[in-house]
């Protein structure tokens, strides 16, 4: 299994909803990420777990919550956010500290829409 | 400054043509450097890896070239497919930890 695997693939919700993103993978990669991307630019890192411990959080706003479960899970808890937050949200996961000749594979991302 | 550049920033082509993207950066200390192919609204994937010592990667219609001297890449596409529009993405990883430098892509479109 290669896959990162991300739920749901679209989300539609409003500024006062409490939902989550998810994200697994079971390559027995020990670091995970997710990253934001708005449409036409790079992805931008929010958050980095390594050994199921944050440890990169890219100064994000706190109605983003990032969770690691477990070395196979990532979740995403989102609460009052703004029509802005609209983007692709991706979740990634490598190898710790093997990033040279090691995958860094990134899931299909969440569509999520704000209204 | 964006540490890796990639020009032109997007071009359309002639189905069954060829065509070369290409990626400068500056990032230091180089660990490795990818190229990843994006379409609307999809997560990216993966098309090659070459680390420091590695000139040239193959994967399938895709050949990545890479020149660690002068921090230059390229990325051939050859007999493009209409399916072989999307963005590409090169992708530099800094040596000493997981940050990934992105570059703004490179927009192909493949025209029959």
């Known amino acids: 299994d290669t896959e990162v695997t991300q739920t749901p693939k679209h989300l539609v919700m409003g500024m006062t909803n409490k939902k989550s993103l998810k994200c697994e993978q079971h390559?027995?990669?020990?670091?995970m990420y997710w990253y934001k991307q708005k449409a036409k630019k790079p992805p931008e890192l929010m958050f980095v777990?390594?050994?199921?411990?944050?440890?990169i959080n890219e100064s994000v706003p706190s109605r983003f919550s990032p969770e690691c479960p477990n070395s196979s899970l990532l979740n995403l808890h989102l609460h009052a956010l703004q029509p802005e937050d609209s983007a692709l949200y991706l979740c990634?996961?490598?190898?710790?500290?093997?990033?040279?000749?090691?995958?860094?594979?990134f899931g299909s991302g969440t569509r999520l829409t704000v209204v | 400054k964006n540490q890796v550049e990639q020009s032109p920033q997007s071009l359309i082509i002639l189905e069954g043509k060829n065509c070369t993207l290409q990626?400068?950066?500056?990032?230091?200390?180089?660990?490795?450097l990818r190229w990843y192919k994006q379409d609307t609204g999809r997560g990216p994937v993966s098309l090659t890896i070459?680390?420091?010592?590695?000139n040239t990667k193959s994967n399938g219609r895709y050949t990545a070239t890479l020149d660690a001297d002068t921090k230059q890449s390229s990325l051939h596409i050859t007999a493009s497919q209409l399916s072989d529009s999307a963005s590409y993405i090169c992708?530099?990883?800094?040596?000493?930890?997981?940050?990934?430098?992105f570059g703004k892509g490179n927009q192909v479109v493949v025209i029959p």
């Open positions: 070459m680390t420091f010592s590695e």
């Open positions: 777990y390594s050994y199921e411990k944050l440890s």
């Open positions: 992708v530099v990883t800094k040596y000493g930890n997981n940050r990934l430098a």
């Open positions: 390559m027995g990669h020990r670091a």
């Open positions: 990634a996961s490598s190898q710790e500290g093997r990033q040279g000749r090691y995958g860094y594979t």
């Open positions: 990626c400068n950066y500056t990032v230091s200390p180089f660990s490795n």
